[in-house]
């Protein structure tokens, strides 16, 4: 039974494939994928996901003007940011977006995505 729907917005196909495998053997159905932000604006709305994983450094726009997009096109879904930089790297940007939170794509795991999505519904 999956554990929830995912679309993962990344600019490397390699790490796509990578989390893809990463989250499906954790229970989570991936839905699409996209390679950047355009493709993601239409993509999310398109196949209704519950999580997107959305790195933060995309080739035609930045993760934060994503972020704030989808909360418009597509309110109900939980944001994630992943990226190769530590959260640290990005300041506050990070804690005063409306994203539930950050995974370094280093610690990606589907338990590690479970948790901070957890927490966040608690914070609600």
Known sequence: MA?????IVDDSAPFRTI???LLESG?????G??????EALTG???TGPDIVLLDIALPDMDGFSVCRALHRTAPGVT???????DAEHYGDAVEL?????????STL??????????RRAERR
């Open 3 to 7: 554990v929830g729907r995912v679309f």
């Open 19 to 21: 989390a893809r495998a």
């Open 27 to 31: 229970g989570y159905q991936v839905v």
């Open 33 to 38: 994928d996209a390679a950047t932000g355009a």
């Open 44 to 46: 999310v709305p398109e």
């Open 79 to 85: 944001v994630v940011f992943c990226s190769v930089r």
């Open 97 to 105: 977006s409306s994203a539930a939170g950050f995974l370094p794509k």
């Open 109 to 118: 795991s589907a338990a590690a995505l479970a948790l901070l999505v957890a």
